[in-house]
C-alpha cells in the first residue's frame, strides 16, 4: 500500500531554514510527481510545490518562490522541501502527496512553527 512518511519539522525562529523530508513506498516512485501541501490552523489547505517526476522541475506558491526549493532523491525514493527565510505565515502542518490513477494519498503531516 502506498505510504508516505513525512520528518524534519519543528520549532524554528524567523529567518531560520528547515529540511522536510518524505519517504514513500508501496508505488513507482520515480513515474510520479510529488508535491507539498501545508494547512496552517483555521486556513484551508494550500498547495506549497510540486515536483516532477524526474526531478527535472519545481513549481511553487507565489508565497514561498525565492525561499523553498522542492526537490528528489529517486534512488532513495524520497521528496524533500529545503525552507530558508522563514516567515511566521509559514508556520503550518505541512504534508507529502501523490497522486495515482485518480487518488490522491497523503502522509501524516510534520509540523513547521516559527515563532520566536
Known amino acids: 500500500q502506498v505510504q508516505l512518511v513525512e520528518s524534519g519539522g ?6 531560520g531554514s528547515l529540511r522536510l523530508s518524505c519517504a514513500a513506498s508501496g508505488f513507482t516512485f520515480s513515474r510520479h510527481a510529488m508535491s507539498w ?10 498547495l506549497v ?3 516532477t517526476s524526474a526531478g527535472g522541475s519545481t513549481n511553487y506558491a507565489d508565497s514561498v518562490k525565492g525561499r523553498f526549493t522542492g526537490t528528489r532523491d529517486n534512488a532513495k525514493n524520497t521528496v524533500y522541501l529545503q525552507m ?18 485518480g487518488k490522491r494519498y497523503w502522509g501524516q503531516g510534520t509540523q513547521v512553527t516559527v515563532s520566536s
Open 84 to 101: 530558508n527565510s522563514l516567515k511566521a505565515e509559514d508556520t503550518a502542518v505541512y504534508y507529502c502527496t501523490v497522486r495515482i490513477v
Open 49 to 51: 510545490a510540486t515536483i
Open 37 to 46: 501541501y501545508r494547512q496552517a490552523p483555521g486556513k484551508e489547505r494550500e
Open 10 to 15: 519543528g520549532l524554528v525562529q524567523p529567518g
